[in-house]
């Protein structure tokens, strides 16, 4: 768990320069879309196994970090069967900053991209919806 909070306050310090204000995040509520994860996760310091998943914006928003806008960072919970199994932080990505701050291919234009990153300790979720991108990262599960 301290490395999955770790992962994210560092994200969300790199990437708060380019969280731009007028990145218009949707409402709570709002599906960003449905990602099958190919491998057990930790989210909020509970397990995540593997499956496909809705992944819809909370109507909670964590605490901005010194230097970032308030909408640089959103909840998401994952749902299945109807029901919130997991809730995580997504860091939030105009699409006119994404290209200046992450590499690699994007998803496409309201799709999503599941990732196991370099070392096999993060899972990045990668939504864009809309315009606005949204950066999940998972621990990977022992």
Do not use: C
Not at 29 to 51: E, F, I, N, R
Not at 130 to 138: A, E, K, S
């Amino acid at each position: 768990m301290k490395h999955g909070i770790l992962a994210t306050a560092l994200t969300l310090s790199l990437l708060a320069p380019f969280a731009s204000a007028s990145a218009q995040a949707q409402q709570a509520g709002t599906s960003l879309g449905s990602v099958t994860l190919g491998h057990k996760v930790m989210a909020d310091g509970q397990p995540l196994a593997p499956g496909t998943y809705q992944v819809r914006l909370s109507a909670d928003a964590p605490k901005p970090v010194v230097g970032q806008s308030p909408d640089a960072a959103r909840y998401v919970e994952f749902v299945k069967g109807g029901k919130v199994v997991a809730r995580e932080i997504a860091t939030v990505v105009a699409a006119a900053d994404v290209k200046t701050v992450l590499k690699g291919l994007q998803p496409t234009p309201d799709g999503a991209r599941v990732d196991l990153l370099k070392g096999n300790d993060y899972v990045r979720v990668w939504i864009n919806r809309g315009g606005t991108n949204y950066l999940i990262h998972l621990p990977a599960g022992a």
